[in-house]
């Protein structure tokens, strides 16, 4: 099992910036990519970005994409999100996952609330 906590959201206005963070501890040693997701009051969650944890390959939901991004630090077991040009829709509760090597996202963090004000 792969423990993860996030820290960082808050409340800031639209236009304003965010970064979230992803402790990963446990049995790491499996984990292929971690990622990041969110779910709005009243919808399903959505993906947001991911990182492969060796190769550090990045891929981002089209909303997202040129505002958000994602990083890893492997020595530290840990994964950001840096989110720029927030907007008011970006408000959720956003998750980190683990994904393990031929798997699906099996570890999730608590989430951590992001709201933007406009």
């Known amino acids: 099992q792969v423990q993860l906590v996030e820290s960082g959201g808050g409340l800031v206005q639209a236009g304003g910036s965010l970064r979230l963070s992803c402790a990963a501890s446990?049995?790491?040693?499996?984990?292929?990519?971690m990622g990041w997701f969110r779910q709005a009051p009243g919808k399903e969650r959505e993906f947001v970005a991911t990182?492969?944890?060796?190769?550090?390959?990045?891929y981002y939901a089209a909303s997202v994409q040129g505002r958000f991004t994602i990083s890893r630090d492997s020595a530290k077991n840990t994964v950001l999100l840096q989110m720029n040009s927030l907007k008011p829709e970006d408000t959720a509760v956003y998750y980190c996952?683990?994904?393990?090597?031929?798997?699906?996202?099996?570890?999730w963090g608590q989430g951590t609330q992001v709201t933007v004000s406009s």
């Open positions: 990182i492969s944890w060796s190769a550090g390959r990045t």
């Open positions: 446990g049995r790491t040693s499996n984990t292929y990519a």
């Open positions: 996952a683990a994904r393990p090597s031929g798997g699906d996202y099996d570890n």
